[in-house]
Nanobody
Framework: QLQFVESGGDLVQPGGSLRLSCAASGVTLDNYAVGWFRQAPGKEREGVSCIASSGGNTNYADSAKGRFTISRDNAKNTVYLQMNSLKPEDTAVYYC???????????????????WGQGTQVTVSS
């Protein structure tokens, strides 16, 4: 069964950087497009970014464009999210999941396989 484990979250000051990791188990990750999602207190979970199975194409929410970079290492069965210029509004629990492919791209819509992981907490505060 496909499972993800997220890590790398921390408390960071505004303007700081973090790199999140998403390790997959149960399947070979290079068969899947993968996305990052986040959920802030009192808000619905939202898509942040996704990357196609080949790693060649990526997609970003407007809030992440220019600041976040998604990448993957299929040999390590891991997807990363590099987050720079962090803002207090980036504070949330971050999750990863397999997402629907969209031709050669990806859609920030979770595939109904497996379950959500525990997520990793990112807190941006001075």
């Amino acid at each position: 069964q496909l499972q993800f484990v997220e890590s790398g979250g921390d408390l960071v000051q505004p303007g700081g950087s973090l790199r999140l990791s998403c390790a997959a188990s149960g399947v070979t990750l290079d068969n899947y497009a993968v996305g990052w999602f986040r959920q802030a207190p009192g808000k619905e979970r939202e898509g942040v970014s996704c990357i196609a199975s080949s790693g060649g194409n990526t997609n970003y929410a407007d809030s992440a464009k220019g600041r976040f970079t998604i990448s993957r290492d299929n040999a390590k069965n891991t997807v990363y999210l590099q987050m720079n210029s962090l803002k207090p509004e980036d504070t949330a629990v971050y999750y990863c999941a397999a997402v629907f492919p969209l031709q050669t791209m990806c859609a920030m819509v979770r595939l109904p396989v497996g379950s959500w992981g525990q997520g990793t907490q990112v807190t941006v505060s001075s």
